[in-house]
């Protein structure tokens, strides 16, 4: 298996334990921590060993062992709400340039703990939807 990892990059020196770091899982393909930023109480991270700074960028083998480490950590935090987040590109949120999933415990509806998420819904046209349908279901 292909390993591929940056020298600058602040993940890749975590599971290279030149960072320190809150380890929770280690896989061959994963390594998960502790966040030291969270957004609630166990908030986690899961980053594939294999330095990518998006998803499409990361060969699917890494991506085998990152759902079964977000559900040993959601259940050993006993969480019953809670996100699983991944984010591409800085528009979209993301800080560090290392594919990463977060495992982000809800404990309460409010905006004062975990994630906080406006979701501003669209009302495509049937037609649009369609056409769009059409046009994916071409290249996939």
Sequence with gaps: MATKSLAS????????GEIPSFKLIETEKVYSFLDIGPLSKGHALIIPKYHAEKLHEVPDEYFGDVLPAAKKIALALGAENYNLLQNNGRIAHQEVDHV?????????????????????AQKPSMDELKKLHEELVTKL
Excluded at 9 to 16: E, P
């Design 100 to 120: 990463h999933f977060h495992v982000i415990p809800k404990p309460a509806a409010s905006d004062t703990e975990g994630l906080v998420v406006g979701w501003p």
């Design 9 to 16: 990059c602040i993940f890749c020196k975590i599971i290279k």
